[in-house]
Each structure stands twice: as C-alpha cells, then as structure tokens.
C-alpha cells in the first residue's frame, strides 16, 4: 500500500490491488447479442472493480444448463473489459443438468434463488435444494440469497453437510444474526451486503423493498465484522426500477467507492476494511487469481461533486462526496483516468480458475 | 412379551409395559383448583398411558417461572393417578427466570413454541430462540413445535449447538423430510407425529388446520422409520373446538390405542412399532424410570364398536374397531378392566428422575 498526504488540500492518496465486483447483475444476460456484458464489464474496470464475478440470473432468465452457458459465452467473446467468473443457477429441474462437464469445468458456483422478494424464480421446496447441496461438487462454492427462515434452512443443510455457503445481499438485522450465529459457532458462512443497503434505507426511497430499514442498516453497520464482502449487486437496479428513474446495466458500480470513501473521511470505516472486503475476502471467497501488475488509485479527504458518467439515474448525483477514484492501471498501462477509461476488451475468464491470493 | 392366539374368535392378546402419554395437553393447567389434572391422568391411566409428560402449555398461560410450576404442583397434588413429568415453556422474557433451581430441578425439559397456527403464545425471534438453546442445560431436553422454516431454524441451532432436539406434532411433509435429512447426517433429532395425525386428514374434517392434508398423511406414514413417537398432544383437542364439538382434556386419549391397533390389524403397523412409539423410545428420549409390574393387556383382531366412556365428542365413536385394551394393571392390581377404571390417584413426579430404560 503506498499512502501520502498532499498537503496543500489535506486529502490522502491510496493505492489498493484490482477490486472484485462480487455478483454483478447483467439484466440481459441469456439473451444473444446483449450489450449488458460490455457495459457492466467497462464500467466496473472503470472504477477499479477488475474483476467481475458475474450473476447467474438476468432478468429473463438465467445460466441453468449448458445451452444458457454456451450463450453466455458468446455473449462475453470480444466484451469482456474486466476478468469475470461465470456461475450456474440452481432450480426446480436443473439437478441433472448440472453435473454437464461444461458447467462443471466453466462456473464458479452454484448460486441458490430463494428470496421471493427479488422476483426472481425461486425454488420452494427445501427437498430440491437438499438434492443440490449433496450434488454440487464440494469443492465449489454455493451462494445462496436467502433470508428469513429460508437461510436457517440452507445454513441447516451447510451444517449437515459440512460445506461451506455464501449468503449474497444480507440485509435485515434477523439474517445478520443468524449468519454472525453461525459463525460463532464454526460454520463455514460468508456474506456480502450491497453497498446501497449499507448508505441507502428504506424508508428514505419510498419504501423500496430491495434496500433495508433503518433499524435493519444499523444492525448491519453494527455488524461490520460479521460482512465479508461489500457487493453492487442488483440493488441499484432494482431501486432505480423501484423509483421511477432510468436505469442502466451498469447502475451503482460507479457509487460504490466514492460511498465507501466518504464513510472513510466521516470515520466509519478504514481503508484496510474496504480493501479486505472489496479485494482480499473475495479473492479467497472465491479462490480468485491475483492480478499481477494492477493499481487503484483512490484518493480520500477532497471535497467534490458526485457527477455520474453515464445517462442513468444515480441516488447521489450532485451530491457532495470525499472520496474518488484517481486512476485504475493494469500492467503499467492506465485504463482508467479521472473518469475517463481507455480500456480495451482484455477481460479474461477466470471462471476455472482456483489460484488463492 | 406374552402373546397367544385366542383360536376360537381369531384375535390375539398381548402385552405391552405401561406406555407414555408425550405432550399431555392440560386447558386449564395453570389455573388454580382445576380438575384437569384428575382428568388427564385418570383418562390416561385407564388406557395404559401410565406416565404423562405433561404439556407446559394450557390454553390460558403455561408454565413459564416458578410461580406457575408451584401453581401446577399443588394443582397436581393428589389429582395425579399416573405418574407424570412437568416442563417449562420458553418465552420472549423469561431466559433468566429458567434458571431458577427449582425450575431446573422439577422441570424435564424446555418446551420452545413456534408454531403460531396453534393460537399458543409464540417466539418470534432466533435470537431469542438462540439464547434458550445457550442458556438451557445441554443435559435437560429441548422440545419444540416449530414448523417449516422456523423448524429450519431450531434444527440449524441444534446443529450448531451440538445439541439434541425433539420435534413434537409433526405433521407436514415438508418437515419430516428436514428430520429425515438431519436424521440421515447424524443430528440428534427426534420426533413425534399425534396419532389423530396418522388417521384423520384435513380434507375429511372441514379443513381443520390442525390436521395434516391427505398428502401430507401419505408421506408420514411412507417416513414412519423416522417417526419415534406416537403423541396424543392437544390435535384431538382442538380438532372438537374446530368442528364445534363438545372437548374434555382427554379427548383423544381413548381413541390411541384402539386407532393404533386396528392399523396393526390391517397390516398397516405391528405391534412392536407401537410398542416402539408408546414406550421404548419415549422412556429412552425422555429418561424416563422403567416402571416395574406394569401391564398393558391388548386385544388385536376382534371387531367392536369403539364406544367413548366420557359424554365428549369422538371421531369414531359408533365406528368399528378391531383392537381394544383389555386390562391395565400396576403392581399386579389392575387399575382398569375393560373400560372401567379402579384408580387411586397415586401417580408420582418423575419431573427429575434420570433412569433410562
Ligand atoms: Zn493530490
Ligand atoms: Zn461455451
Ligand atoms: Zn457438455
Ligand atoms: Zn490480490
Ligand atoms: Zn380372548
Ligand atoms: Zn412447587
Ligand atoms: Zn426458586
Ligand atoms: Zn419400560
């Protein structure tokens, strides 16, 4: 880490590794000739996020069997900006079609849909998703969305099985205990929370049932230990959908580290703690393969105005923040300056990967 | 075991040890000067159901602190006409009350009640559910209601706990598969299915809530290798306020052994299942102290008609049935010949013995 202090503005630069972008959403993600991979791949490298560690639920539809992967992978070919890992989704039907050797050798991990609330097809029966639990290989990672007393259930069956799971957008105070629980006790869990339900509160934003209530934020920043990974997720989607507003593939990738920064200069959180769950959980997490030669440079303390690049709606558009992004290199070479990114599509796949940090 | 064919009217006579009333369900149980006690353990008696762990739960209020333990004491002295076992009830508040020394040395195990559909008090927080399953003696029993995901939920804390559970009512398929499964990975889990659960289905008695659907009865008796116990508990109870029939705190107490034995005639259950499920497992889950010269007389084969000595409602009185008990005798004094009972009220506490079978 090389950290200085520029004196004349009293702002602090700082230099992390190549950030993970954990479950980022790609709405058109199964459907042929989409821009979404372009577009979210660009802008997560654009911000420092260089590695993208993709959904397996679009909004229509999903990576459920090889044909789903197969155009995926089309899509990704000549798009890919970051590196990206693809995953599987597990349903109702699926068992079978899991153990193809394609998805086998070209997923991360089986993600697990069981919150109704997100209107993504979810699997009901506990029976089903005992059958993926002893099916799914056990050294790949399964990541699920439940909350409530369908988490109990999953980390019921990660207890029965001795296997570790990955609980994605935690966000109600009830869920963060049950996880923190667990972990007293040894269980094998992680978790991530978006970095929208963690500045964002319901009851700020007409209600939007994807981000949590005050008191369900407070648990979560009093529960900090407890979250692994700081995620983009789907969230800001969801809440631009939610409120009226145009959105974009690429929705809240850009907020994600001037929130993170400002919390830094307002003394809620450190640097180290961003770095550890915006890089070092994740690339053990998800045994990702470390990026030789990658740079961010953040600089902490300044005075500026959010603008957003893009045409989409942001909750902190011209809004004040204290931290921004300087530059992003890979290599020697910069591809991202001050807003400006000169990428070109060099993302590989690293869905095979399994290189530890 | 004594059993010999009777050749001229082909029925069979056999004996049992005296058998356990699981989960006695007592209405007025905690109100001062009630007859219910009388009632249950008479009733109980009668049938061979010669030890009753009692429910900590009545209809108005349970025993949850010493003040209602000693409320249950004296309504127990000299109503108790077999011997008897008594529990507590863990509630939103009362974690520190629990650990009162009388509380834990005349109480047999701690009863968390989750399952809102029973009109009970409830938990509705894990966290809370947590702390009891932390702060109860890991050698006293913990014995829940808990459903579906909240079943998830105990069963996971069981599990991180390192703890037994015993899951009382059973009556969906969603949730003897979960103790199948916890069961099949070696988590100290046991349950009990009410015997009304195994022979009356929803559908057949104007959708009574307390009654499994006809689905879910199938797929209890297809899982009876997992079922332990065979319970009365309080479905018979609340079935005849659901159909507005007249109820007595031994409804359903008759109707056990006749609906047992008649499936044994249809080859549906042997004798040594129930004998299994009435007393072997309960004296074992429960430590309960094996009770010397004690018979339970059985007539298996013969038809008869069921006729209920009490003037509360059956649902199968005037019905045929082709198991009765014949005689049930202590000491070598029988206390009940064919229906009429010769009762003392001489049961005892056995709230803090420990002699396993
Ligand atoms: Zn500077
Ligand atoms: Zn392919
Ligand atoms: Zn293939
Ligand atoms: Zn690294
Ligand atoms: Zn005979
Ligand atoms: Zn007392
Ligand atoms: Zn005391
Ligand atoms: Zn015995």
Redesign the interface.
């Known amino acids: 880490d090389v950290s200085n202090v520029d004196y004349k503005t009293s702002h602090t630069t700082h230099t992390f590794p190549g950030l993970v972008n954990v479950f980022a959403f790609m709405p058109g993600l199964v459907e042929k000739g989409t821009t979404d991979f372009a577009l979210v791949t660009k802008s997560s490298l654009s911000v420092g996020l260089t590695t993208a560690l993709i959904s397996p639920v679009g909004l229509r539809g999903g990576i459920e069997d090889e044909h789903t992967l197969h155009i995926v992978h089309s899509n990704a070919t000549g798009n890919a900006y970051c590196n990206y890992a693809l995953a599987t989704i597990a349903t109702t039907s699926n068992l079978d079609k899991l153990q193809d050797e394609d998805i086998l050798a070209e997923t991360k991990y089986l993600f697990i849909p069981l919150d109704k609330s997100t209107g993504r097809i979810t699997i009901d029966?506990?029976?089903v998703v005992?059958e993926h639990f002893a099916s799914w290989p056990s050294d790949k990672l399964i990541i699920t969305d439940a909350k409530?007393?369908?988490l109990?259930?999953v980390?019921?069956?990660a207890?029965?099985?001795s296997r570790s799971v990955h609980v994605t957008d935690v966000n109600r105070k009830?869920d963060i205990?049950?996880i923190s629980?667990?972990k007293e006790?040894q269980?094998k869990v992680t978790c991530d929370v978006s970095v929208f339900s963690l500045f964002f509160a319901r009851e700020e934003w007409r209600d939007a049932p994807c981000l949590p209530t005050r008191l369900d934020q407070i648990a979560l920043w009093e529960r900090l230990s407890i979250i692994d990974v700081f995620s983009v997720g789907d969230i800001p989607y969801r809440l631009g959908l939610h409120l009226s507003k145009k959105v974009s593939p690429s929705s809240g990738i850009e907020e994600t580290l001037p929130l993170l920064l400002s919390a830094v200069t307002q003394g809620r959180l450190t640097l180290d703690d961003i770095k550890q769950r915006l890089h070092d959980n994740p690339a053990k997490i998800f045994s990702l393969p470390d990026q030789a030669h990658t740079q961010v440079e953040i600089v902490v303390g300044r005075n500026a105005l959010f603008e957003p690049c893009g045409d989409h709606w942001s909750p902190i558009a011209s809004t004040h923040i204290t931290g921004t992004l300087h530059r992003v290199s890979i290599h020697g070479q910069t591809v991202s300056l001050d807003g400006v990114t000169f990428a070109s599509a060099m993302g590989r796949d690293v869905s095979g990967a399994a290189v530890v940090v």
């Open positions: 029966s506990i029976a005992s409530g007393s369908d109990a259930s980390l019921l069956l207890s029965l099985h009830e205990l049950l629980l667990s006790k269980l």
